[in-house]
């Protein structure tokens, strides 16, 4: 209790995590269009009565912002070009005025509400690493949407693809902007997230990203987020380290933001080879599950070369399947492929067209993919 007693926003937080979840179940659009802005707009002013009136307004790192603010853009350049390679979908909001206005109270009213609580919970309990540990929990769990997390928990796929997508990408932002509001201050967390919020609810189009893609984009853009300001934090602060240290961490942070930007773009398929997880054992003992599959991206002019015993990545029945091409079939005029895996005793099903091959394994690196195999695995169990 007297944890509590010294952290009364905290446990302000959870108990309003609790009334989160039951009114979710309750009425999801009274909870979201009334109760959750309220909520936030409250407790936003209960934090700017306590605190002094230049507290949060002075931020002595000013390019600190200016870097995130040119990172987002540039983030946001780079998602609209992948749009153009993978195509669009229309946004889920409505964009007349008075919609508009709506939708940013009601979506950034909470974000910033959530980056005022945290500054406040870290700047009063800097030496306390378990109170900045349970704090970061629950404005993770107070960001979840309830209301789509109960509605896939029937399907264990499209859970395991929420988790990915959507709250694995979450726990990472909400660490790094722990991280960024105990080094520094609210307002670097706040500017990731208010920008990004008003570009989502402005456009009206947005990458029609898959869940792999999605969750993928979000954790490498917060590892460049976290390299960018390691490496502004050396530039900066001339006296933190010696000259020399400083240059040799300077490098450090450039290579580290390069790999990420590289990896970034391999991981979306920017480039002509892309990565797949192994999820079963059907093509053993050439590669087995928990192994990452390389494979390269055909073209239509390239699809000729499939010959039998290529081993092929295509989609079939909303899933994609990494088997060997045993034989081929003219039909038409058409070329169709019979795939089977190495350890099957039959054939697959269906025969597979040109359209449904995404590309040709070209090798694979062993147990990499095991961490999505075991996650998988445990939610259908």
């Not at 007693?5 to 009334?19: A, D, E, G, P």
């Not at 039951?22 to 909520?39: D, E, G, H, Q, T």
């Not at 990896?263 to 003992?285: A, D, E, H, R």
Request: one cysteine or more; hydrophobic letters at 45%; proline letters at 3%.
């Amino acid at each position: 209790m007297k944890f509590f007693t010294k952290n009364k926003l905290l446990l302000v937080m959870i108990i309003y995590l609790f009334v989160t979840i039951a009114l979710y179940k309750y009425n999801v659009v009274f909870y979201k269009n009334i109760v959750s802005p309220i909520f936030w707009l409250v407790t936003s002013l209960y934090i700017l009565g306590r605190i002094k009136r230049n507290y949060f307004l002075v931020n002595k790192n000013k390019k600190y912002v200016i870097s995130l603010t040119i990172l987002i853009v540039i983030y946001a350049i780079f998602c609209y070009l992948l749009g153009l390679k993978i195509g669009f979908a229309a946004s889920p909001y409505k964009h007349s005025l008075n919609y508009l206005l709506i939708n940013i109270i009601v979506q950034t009213l909470p974000i910033c509400s959530i980056e005022l609580v945290r500054e406040f919970i870290i700047k009063k309990n800097k030496k306390s690493k378990i109170t900045i540990i349970i704090s970061t929990v629950v404005l993770i769990l107070l960001e979840i949407n309830y209301n789509k997390l109960t509605g896939l928990t029937q399907d264990k796929l499209l859970l395991f693809k929420y988790i990915c997508s959507d709250i694995l990408p979450l726990i990472f932002s909400s660490i790094l902007y722990t991280y960024l509001t105990f080094k520094n201050s609210y307002i670097l967390p706040l500017t990731i997230k208010f920008i990004s919020n008003i570009l989502l609810l402005i456009l009206p189009i947005y990458p029609d990203l898959d869940w792999f893609e999605r969750g993928t984009l979000y954790i490498l853009f917060d590892s460049i987020t976290y390299c960018i300001f390691k490496y502004r934090a050396f530039k900066y602060e001339p006296n933190a380290y010696r000259e020399k240290i400083r240059k040799e961490e300077k490098v450090k942070w450039k290579v580290s933001l390069i790999f990420y930007v590289l990896l970034m773009c391999f991981m979306l398929g920017v480039f002509k080879y892309s990565p797949i997880t192994i999820m079963s054992n059907s093509m053993k003992p050439n590669f087995s599950r928990g192994d990452v599959v390389i494979y390269k991206k055909l073209d239509d002019s390239e699809i000729k070369d499939i010959t039998t015993g290529s081993i092929i990545i295509f989609e079939s029945s909303n899933r994609t399947i990494v088997h060997r091409v045993v034989a081929m079939e003219n039909i038409d005029g058409t070329i169709y492929y019979k795939t089977k895996g190495d350890s099957n005793n039959s054939l697959d099903n269906k025969l597979v067209s040109f359209r449904q091959i995404k590309g040709i394994y070209v090798f694979h690196i062993k147990y990499l993919g095991f961490p999505s195999v075991w996650l998988y695995e445990c939610l259908n169990n």
